[in-house]
Nanobody, 132 residues
Framework: QVQLVESGGGLVQTGGSLRLSCAASGAPLENYAIGWFRQAPGKEREGIVCFSSRDDSTYYANSVKGRFTITRDNAKNTVYLQMNSLKPEDTAVYYC?????????????????????????WGQGTQVTVSS
């Protein structure tokens, strides 16, 4: 059983930055594929940045490419999402998810919501609001 706790969300102005954290317990993240998802009001949850432990590859959705960066601190068993140049359309609840790396073929595959279950884990989410 893996527990994930996100933090770092908040209110920021357009063009600002935030760093989200996803702290894991129960298993070392280095053996897991990792994904950051978000869900805006009235929209489906979408995968935006994902990492595959199989080949150390990273996938970025076009909407965040060049602005968001995923990093991992194995010593702290924590994953981060650095978000720069934020826009109002980035407003959403942000979730991290993990799944054992052997079950995920690629970083892009990890960014599909249906790929997480079964045997994957979700955090509780953190709200990010970008004001115009």
């Amino acid at each position: 059983q893996v527990q994930l706790v996100e933090s770092g969300g908040g209110l920021v102005q357009t063009g600002g930055s935030l760093r989200l954290s996803c702290a894991a317990s129960g298993a070392p993240l280095e053996n897991y594929a990792i994904g950051w998802f978000r869900q805006a009001p009235g929209k489906e949850r979408e995968g935006i940045v994902c990492f595959s432990s199989r080949d150390d590859s990273t996938y970025y959705a076009n909407s965040v490419k060049g602005r968001f960066t995923i990093t991992r601190d194995n010593a702290k068993n924590t994953v981060y999402l650095q978000m720069n140049s934020l826009k109002p359309e980035d407003t959403a609840v942000y979730y991290c998810a993990v799944k054992a790396g052997l079950f995920i073929d690629s970083a892009q595959a990890m960014c599909v919501e249906d790929a997480i279950a079964p045997m994957g884990y979700w955090g509780q989410g953190t709200q990010v609001t970008v004001s115009s």
